[in-house]
C-alpha cells in the first residue's frame, strides 16, 4: 500500500533556532516528492518539488533533501520565525497516476519567541 | 491562492440536505481536484477533472457527485449530506503538462459542518 509516514507529529522550537523534519515514503513508482506549508486556516503552499534524481533542493530557509533509494525525505528549516509556526506535509506523486498525490498527515511546527 | 476561489468558506447544514461547494479560477488550468481534510489523516482526494466535462473519481468518492461545465468552475455536489461528510474541502488546480504530475496550487479552502 503507497504511504507516506512524518515524524515527528508536532514539535516546538524557540525562534532563531534550526529544526528537522522527516518522511519516510513507501510509494511505487515514484514520479516526485513535494512539501508542502500550510498557515491554520489556509490552503497548503508548495515549497519545493523534487523529482528522484534530485538530492536536494532550496527554498529560502527551507532546505529539502530526497534519499530515493532508502525512501526519505527531510525538510531543514534555518534560522527559524515566528512565521514558520504551521504544519509542514509531505506529499510524493505516484507515476501514471493521473494527479493522484500520496499526503502525509503533516508536523505540525510552532516556533516561539 | 493562486486565482482560486472557494464558495461558500463556512457552511453549516443538516443531515440529509443537498450541498453543492464551489470552486472558481482564473488561471485556465486544465486539472481540477477536490481534496477532503480530516484530523488524524492526509487530504485525500475526493474526485478531479482533466477538462470540460472529464472527471474521475479519487480515493474518497462515495458520497459525491462533481460537475465541470467550464475550464474555470468545479462543483462539489454532496447529494445528501452526512455527518462523516463534516471536515474541511480544498479545490486545486494544476497545468496538467505532465498528465497531472506537476505543481498543484491550492485553494482557501471550504468548512462544511453537518449536524
Known amino acids: 500500500k503507497n504511504q507516506v509516514e512524518q515524524s515527528p507529529q508536532s514539535l516546538i522550537i524557540l525562534e532563531g533556532k534550526n529544526c528537522t523534519l522527516q518522511?519516510?515514503?513507501?510509494?511505487?513508482?515514484?514520479?516526485?516528492l513535494r512539501w508542502y506549508k500550510q498557515d491554520t486556516g489556509r490552503g497548503p503552499v508548495s515549497l519545493t518539488i523534487m523529482t528522484f534524481s534530485e538530492n536536494t533542493k532550496s527554498n529560502g530557509r527551507y532546505t529539502a533533501t530526497l534519499d530515493a533509494d532508502t525512501k526519505q525525505s527531510s525538510l531543514h528549516i534555518t534560522a527559524s520565525q515566528l512565521s514558520d509556526s504551521a504544519s509542514y506535509i509531505c506529499v510524493v506523486s505516484v507515476i501514471g497516476s493521473q494527479g493522484n498525490l500520496i499526503f502525509g498527515k503533516g508536523t505540525k511546527l510552532s516556533v516561539k519567541p | 491562492d493562486a486565482g482560486i476561489t472557494q464558495s461558500p468558506r463556512h457552511k453549516v447544514t443538516e443531515t440529509g440536505t443537498p450541498v453543492t461547494l464551489r470552486c472558481h479560477q482564473t488561471e485556465n488550468h486544465r486539472y481540477m481536484y477536490w481534496y477532503r481534510q480530516d484530523p488524524g489523516h492526509g487530504l485525500r482526494l475526493i474526485h478531479y477533472s482533466y477538462g470540460v466535462k472529464d472527471t474521475d473519481k479519487g480515493e474518497v468518492s462515495d458520497g459525491y457527485s462533481v460537475s465541470r461545465s467550464k475550464t474555470e468552475d468545479f462543483l462539489l455536489t454532496l447529494e445528501s449530506a452526512t455527518s462523516s461528510q463534516t471536515s474541511v474541502y480544498f479545490c486545486?488546480?494544476?497545468?496538467?503538462?505532465?498528465?497531472?504530475?506537476?505543481?498543484?496550487?491550492f485553494g482557501p479552502g471550504t468548512r462544511l459542518t453537518v449536524t
Open positions: 518522511c519516510n515514503y513507501t510509494v511505487s513508482p515514484f514520479s516526485n
Open positions: 486545486a488546480i494544476s497545468w496538467g503538462t505532465s498528465g497531472g504530475q506537476d505543481e498543484q496550487y
